[in-house]
């Protein structure tokens, strides 16, 4: 079974503060995502990443940025935590070949206080 | 641009009560489209999907069909289960998009005794 793990269940971070959200799967897997949940919005694509040092913004990157060194790392960092980036935060992975499913990680739950 | 419409929950059945869920979308082309399930505290996972128009996706007893002419893909269970108590994710993406996914707003289902 594909596995993604996100580092961190829950955070609580202070406003003005680096923030780093780390993700790792371990099938392989050309594509990475990160996703912001809220409710009533669904999920929305922040970043995407289709190889190593390759990234692609999604609809909502304002205010984030990532890094991908190896292949099965995939890190979101918010260069200055607001409280308007208080979110459920989640982490995907696919095969690059068209209509592969996403396989998700149980998502990290960011405070911004 | 490309977007997913589904009804608003929470849609709250007694068990072995019939399930509908309904997704629409607005996208230009032809796109694959998906149900992911959220199960509660954890990441969402692929439910069914379909890839052209009249294609039915099935799995755990959940149905789709793939509505081109009313750009429809509603979701149906004939039999509910209180194990089926979840958020339930419409979306879509395009071949050749990088598996990129257009969710909807997601629908919570509460299924009781």
């Known amino acids: 079974d594909v596995k993604v793990t996100q580092s961190s269940r829950y955070l609580v971070k202070r406003t003005g503060e680096k923030v780093f959200l780390e993700c790792v799967q371990d099938?392989?897997?050309?594509?990475m995502f990160w996703y912001r949940q809220d409710p009533g919005l669904g999920l929305r694509l922040i970043y995407f990443s289709y190889d190593v040092k390759m990234k692609e913004k999604g609809d909502i990157p304002e205010g984030y940025s990532v890094s991908r060194e190896k292949k099965e790392r995939f890190s979101l960092i918010l260069e200055s935590a607001s409280t308007n980036q208080t979110s459920m935060y989640l982490c995907?992975?696919?095969?690059?070949?068209?209509?592969?499913?996403?396989?998700f990680g149980n998502g990290t739950r960011l405070t911004v206080t | 641009g490309n977007s997913v419409t589904q009804m608003e929950g929470p849609v709250t059945l007694s068990e072995e009560a019939f399930l509908t869920i309904n997704c629409t979308y607005t996208?230009?082309?032809?796109?694959?489209l998906f149900w992911y399930v959220q199960y509660p505290g954890e990441g969402l996972q692929l439910l069914l999907k379909?890839?052209?128009?009249?294609d039915k996706g099935s799995n755990k007893g959940f149905e789709a069909t793939y509505r081109k002419e009313t750009t429809s893909f509603h979701l149906e269970k004939g039999s509910v289960q209180v194990s089926d108590s979840a958020v339930y994710f419409c979306a879509l993406s395009f071949t050749g998009g990088g598996n990129k996914l257009t969710f909807g707003t997601g629908t919570q289902l509460k299924v009781e005794l």
């Open positions: 996208a230009t082309g032809y796109p694959s």
């Open positions: 379909a890839t052209k128009a009249d």
């Open positions: 995907a992975s696919s095969l690059p070949t068209g209509r592969s499913p996403l396989h």
């Open positions: 099938m392989d897997h050309e594509n």
